[in-house]
T-cell receptor, first 114, second 113 residues
Framework: NAGVTQTPKFQVLKTGQSMTLQCAQD?????MYWYRQDPGMGLRLIYY???????DKGEVPNGYNVSRLNKREFSLRLESAAPSQTSVYFC?????????????FGEGSRLTVL | QKEVEQNSGPLSVPEGAIASLNCTYS??????FFWYRQYSGKSPELIMF????GDKEDGRFTAQLNKASQYVSLLIRDSQPSDSATYLC?????????????FGKGTHLIIQP
């Protein structure tokens, strides 16, 4: 059982380049999330999708776009990368019947923007 | 916006002692509280969740919730070197549970052999 799978695990970009982080879950979860984690800042919510067909902004959405492709997949796009977007990005999911609200995380994607 | 506060540490505890980690939250309406453990370079993993006032025990871990004081704690008994990690406190962002969690910045715990 793979859980939450993120690709790529590592990426180096130049300022102004674009890229998409992919996330897929195989737990039949309804809700999916993108967080970023920076030293001293903790985990901050970028965007989330409470259910298939919906997306909402989190705490730090500027510079990002998301797509909930289907129930399994939720992608995060950086249209014009900036050095401030250097971070570790985590995808997470939750939500089946009787769920506790806990998040299940992927392994993370480490992005460096030069 | 909900805020979750933790002492960043590092908190150093001798092996075999009790480690006590604390967390306060700003929104009195928060309903669900979570403790995650994160090893360096790894993703967060859930240790415990608690909804009701009082204590909840799971093995060597005890979560304590005091809603009146807006305070959550995690006790680790018989601390082991493998418990050395960053511990993240989190609370629900919304009432329905699908809005995700707000995390504190984490407490770095070091268990000294």
């Amino acid at each position: 059982n793979a859980g939450v799978t993120q690709t790529p695990k590592f990426q180096v970009l130049k300022t102004g380049q674009s890229m998409t982080l992919q996330c897929a879950q195989d737990m039949n979860h309804n809700s999916m999330y993108w967080y970023r984690q920076d030293p001293g800042m903790g985990l901050r919510l970028i965007y989330y999708s409470a259910s298939e067909g919906t997306t909402d902004k989190g705490e730090v959405p500027n510079g990002y776009n998301v797509s909930r492709l289907n129930k399994r997949e939720f992608s995060l796009r950086l249209e014009s990368a900036a050095p401030s977007q250097t971070s570790v990005y985590f995808c997470a999911s939750t939500g089946t019947s009787g769920y506790t609200g806990e998040l299940f995380f992927g392994e993370g994607s480490r992005l460096t923007v030069l | 916006q909900k805020e979750v506060e933790q002492n960043s540490g590092p908190l150093s505890v001798p092996e075999g002692a009790i480690a006590s980690l604390n967390c306060t939250y700003s929104d009195r309406g928060s309903q669900s509280f979570f403790w995650y453990r994160q090893y360096s370079g790894k993703s967060p993993e859930l240790i415990m969740f608690i909804y009701s006032n009082g204590d909840k025990e799971d093995g060597r871990f005890t979560a304590q919730l005091n809603k009146a004081s807006q305070y959550v704690s995690l006790l680790i008994r018989d601390s082991q070197p493998s418990d050395s990690a960053t511990y993240l406190c989190a609370v629900n962002r919304g009432g329905g549970g699908a809005d995700g969690l707000t995390f504190g910045k984490g407490t770095h715990l070091i268990i000294q052999p």
